[in-house]
T-cell receptor
Framework: EDQVTQSPEALRLQEGESSSLNCSYT??????LFWYRQDPGKGPEFLFT???AGEEKEKERLKATLTKKESFLHITAPKPEDSATYLC???????????FGKGTHLIIQP | ETGVTQSPTHLIKTRGQQVTLRCSSQ?????VSWYQQALGQGPQFIFQ???????GRGNFPPRFSGLQFPNYSSELNVNALELDDSALYLC???????????FGQGTRLTVV
């Protein structure tokens, strides 16, 4: 059974304080790992897709990396508008859908 | 280019009733997936439709059913509603089953 664990569950940072979010997964035959951002009461917003170990993707203050068992979302010099829940979702194949973790609730204080 | 839209945004139903939720996929997308998200949890996969056929299903009972239409819009139907069905229901569309999915804003269903 596919499993996803995200840590920490919640993280409070000061504006400008860099950190990393972790996503540990067990998926047979990983086809891709997806990162999303979700604001309260809204649908998840797509951030990145990673397909193979060693791959990295960047967007503004965010960088996602992938190993065979983990993915990290690094946030550099965050701003209050980066506050959200960040979800990771590995996929073993399109018809299986995405297996989401519970997410990391990130709060950036000004 | 319009994104994924869902209707209604909020809905209140009584236990035992039936509900239909609707989703318009992003232009050019032939794959639609539905997810249930309980408060404080990540979304859980219900099922996926690809070119009008169900091609994958999560661990949900048969009273959760769906349709995809020729224009690739979709419906989620839930029969015999239970209190535990209260959740945010999310629709996501993608170019195909293996590419990134783009989500709508969700339908908040409350069962009383």
């Amino acid at each position: 059974e596919d499993q996803v664990t995200q840590s920490p569950e919640a993280l409070r940072l000061q504006e400008g304080e860099s950190s990393s979010l972790n996503c540990s997964y067990t998926v047979s035959g990983l086809r891709g790992l997806f990162w999303y951002r979700q604001d309260p009461g809204k649908g998840p917003e797509f951030l990145f897709t990673l397909y193979s170990a060693g791959e990295e993707k960047e967007k503004e203050r965010l960088k996602a990396t992938l190993t065979k068992k983990e993915s990290f979302l690094h946030i550099t010099a965050p701003k209050p508008e980066d506050s959200a829940t960040y979800l990771c979702a590995p996929s073993g194949g399109g018809a299986d859908g995405l297996t989401f973790g519970k997410g990391t609730h990130l709060i950036i204080q000004p | 280019e319009t994104g994924v839209t869902q209707s209604p945004t909020h809905l209140i139903k009584t236990r035992g009733q039936q509900v239909t939720l609707r989703c318009s996929s992003q232009s050019g997308h032939n794959t639609v997936s539905w997810y249930q998200q309980a408060l404080g949890q990540g979304p859980q996969f219900i099922f996926q439709y690809y070119r009008e056929e169900e091609n994958g299903r999560g661990n949900f009972p048969p009273r959760f059913s769906g349709l995809q239409f020729p224009n690739y819009s979709s419906e989620l139907n839930v029969n015999a509603l239970e209190l535990d069905d209260s959740a945010l229901y999310l629709c996501a569309s993608s170019l195909d089953p293996n590419t990134e999915a783009f989500f709508g804003q969700g339908t908040r269903l409350t069962v009383v």
